[in-house]
């Protein structure tokens, strides 16, 4: 059974900055992409970024490049997201998932899911 478990959300002051983590177990680790998505409250669910766990290479939504930084420690079955010069409306769940295959961010692709963590930033 593929398993996804999100941790490191929180409440942070604007300007703060968070790492989130995703340990993931059940499958070949490094076969699949792992991306990072979130959840606004009233809003639709959008894509942060994706990374390949078996050749590093990533891919951000154009909205997020630049704050947000994904990266992956295959040795621990770990994928990270580093957020930095965090601003209120970062606020929502975000979630882990993971794709078979590298798909980008289209979240049909992904058959897999966390049950997210809270990020909060306060202003």
Do not use: H
């Not at 995703?22 to 699949?32: K, M, Q, R």
């Not at 078979?100 to 692709?109: E, M, N, P, V």
């Amino acid at each position: 059974e593929v398993t996804l478990v999100e941790s490191g959300g929180g409440l942070v002051q604007a300007g703060g900055s968070l790492r989130l983590s995703c340990a993931v177990s059940g499958f070949t680790f490094d076969d699949y992409a792992v991306g990072w998505f979130r959840q606004a409250p009233g809003k639709e669910r959008e894509g942060i970024s994706v990374i390949s766990t078996s050749d590093g290479t990533t891919y951000y939504a154009d909205s997020m490049k630049g704050r947000f930084t994904i990266s992956s420690d295959n040795a621990k079955n770990t994928v990270y997201l580093q957020m930095d010069s965090l601003r209120p409306e970062d606020t929502a769940i975000y979630y882990c998932a993971a794709d078979k295959y590298f798909s980008g961010l289209d979240q049909k692709a992904f058959d897999s899911w966390g049950q997210g963590t809270q990020v909060t930033v306060s202003s």
